[in-house]
Nanobody, 117 residues
């Protein structure tokens, strides 16, 4: 079992920045592929960015060039640096850890990000 705890959400003006953190319990963090997802009200959860256990990153088109995902395996933490925030980035942001063989998937409780204009 892996527990994920997100932090760093909050209220920010459009154009501003936030950095989200997701701290994981357990000693096998480095094997997991990590991702940040977000969910707008009344919409499905969507991928924002992910980073493989080897460090390869992938971004949704809507955040590419503005957000950066990174991980620190020694600290068992994954980060999402969010710059040039827009009101449409307002959502609950969730951290996910996944391993495919065997299949394990864990979610954090979410952190609210609100961007006002």
């Amino acid at each position: 079992q892996v527990q994920l705890v997100e932090s760093g959400g909050g209220l920010v003006q459009a154009g501003g920045s936030l950095r989200l953190s997701c701290a994981a319990s357990g000693s096998i963090f480095s094997i997991f592929h990590m991702g940040w997802y977000r969910q707008h009200p009344r919409k499905q959860r969507e991928l924002v960015a992910n980073i493989t256990n080897g460090g390869t990153t992938n971004y949704a088109d809507s955040v590419n060039g503005r957000f950066t995902i990174s991980r620190d395996n020694a600290k068992r933490t994954v980060y999402l640096q969010m710059n040039s925030l827009k009101p449409e980035d307002t959502a609950v942001y969730y951290c996910n850890a996944v391993n495919y063989n065997p299949y394990w998937s864990f979610w954090g409780q979410g952190t609210q990000v609100t961007v006002f204009s």
